[in-house]
């Protein structure tokens, strides 16, 4: 199982632009679904983006889509998230999870392994 350490977070301004690398261990990294998710104060957590790191499938919220960019690197093992555009309710904290499934998967239960999340604030 793959353990993901997330980084990249941090103040912007509305408008601004952001990158959130996700690094895994181990040495099974084509086989997982990896995503994006985070979480607002006083709400749930949601899915930001996914992809599928054997053949690079995407899925992203609507409420990112045209802004957001979700990326792999099979060699490095690593995710990234290029956040353009950004708005204050992009404002939250944001978690790496590793799903080991082809699948792409978009609930947070299917995720089985989590990273200690970054903070993204957007001011406006």
């Known amino acids: 199982q793959v353990q993901v350490v997330e980084s990249g977070g941090g103040l912007v301004q509305a408008g601004g632009s952001l990158r959130l690398s996700c690094a895994a261990s181990?040495?099974?990294?084509?086989?997982?679904?990896m995503g994006w998710f985070r979480q607002a104060p006083g709400k749930e957590r949601e899915i930001v983006a996914a992809?599928?790191?054997?053949?690079?499938?995407?899925y992203y919220a609507d409420s990112v889509m045209g802004r957001f960019t979700i990326s792999r690197d099979s060699v490095k093992n690593t995710v990234s998230l290029q956040m353009n555009s950004l708005r204050p309710e992009d404002t939250a904290v944001y978690y790496c999870?590793?799903?080991?499934?082809?699948?792409?998967?978009?609930?947070?239960?299917?995720?089985?392994?989590w990273g200690q999340g970054t903070q993204v604030t957007v001011s406006s």
């Open positions: 999870a590793a799903a080991r499934t082809l699948v792409l998967t978009t609930t947070p239960t299917g995720y089985n392994s």
């Open positions: 181990g040495r099974t990294f084509s086989s997982y679904t």
């Open positions: 992809i599928t790191v054997y053949n690079g499938n995407t």
